[in-house]
């Protein structure tokens, strides 16, 4: 049984920083692994999709790795803003289509 | 496209009523999620269907929960009865499986049973 889990829980860091956000699962036969973010009472946003044959993807200020062997990915996140203050997911879909969740980590970033 | 639209976003309703939420995925799409989320238990996907059939349904609690997708435009999740710790934010969330893209969510319905 596939279990995802993200470390840490939470985090706060001033504006400006640059962090890193963990994710790992137990069973490596993946199809693609995504990163998702989530604003409170608000439904999820895919932030990065990356596919099983792939290492990394970037998008802006985002960048996630993929391990698969190792089974982890991070999401890092360059010259932190207030604005990224959200809870960050990570999913991972097998070949059947099944996407399964982490449970988030919660970021403040502050001013 | 509008994107997932979940309906109604907000529920309240009493212990022993049924409770139907609903979903239109992105048209073309042909997976369909279904996931439950509290801040105990995160996300826990309920039941996902390709091309209109449910493929796992392990997810979903009890008996009293069914769900449906008469087309590839439409499906329900159904709660008979409900009960208090139904209360929860439900999403929908649609893909298009096996073209490795992204999945894309609903804003929710967010279910309190009294």
């Known amino acids: 049984k596939q279990e995802v889990t993200q470390i840490p829980a939470a985090l706060s860091v001033p504006e400006g920083e640059n962090l890193v956000l963990n994710c790992s699962f137990t069973?490596?036969?993946?199809?693609?692994l995504q990163w998702f973010r989530q604003d409170p009472g608000k439904g999820l946003t895919s932030l990065l999709l990356i596919q099983s044959s792939q290492r990394e993807q970037t998008s802006g200020r985002l960048n996630a790795s993929l391990d698969k062997s190792s089974g982890r990915s991070t999401l890092y996140i360059a010259a932190s803003q207030p604005g990224d203050s959200a809870t960050y997911l990570c999913a991972v879909e097998g070949d059947t289509g099944k996407l399964i969740f982490g449970q988030g980590t919660t970021l403040q970033v502050k001013p | 496209d509008a994107g997932v639209i979940q309906s109604p976003r907000h529920e309240v309703t009493e212990m022993g009523q049924e409770v139907t939420l609903r979903c239109k995925p992105i048209s073309g799409h042909n997976s369909l999620f279904w996931y439950r989320q509290t801040m105990m238990r995160g996300l826990e996907l309920l039941i996902y269907f390709n091309n209109n059939v449910p493929i796992d349904d392990s997810g979903m609690p009890e008996d009293r929960f069914s769900a449906k997708m008469p087309n590839a435009s439409f499906s329900t999740l159904k709660i008979q009865p409900s009960e208090p710790r139904d209360s929860a934010v439900y999403f929908c969330a649609s893909s298009l499986w096996g073209v490795n893209t992204e999945a894309f969510f609903g804003q929710g319905t967010r279910l309190t049973v009294v």
């Open positions: 069973d490596s036969a993946i199809y693609n």
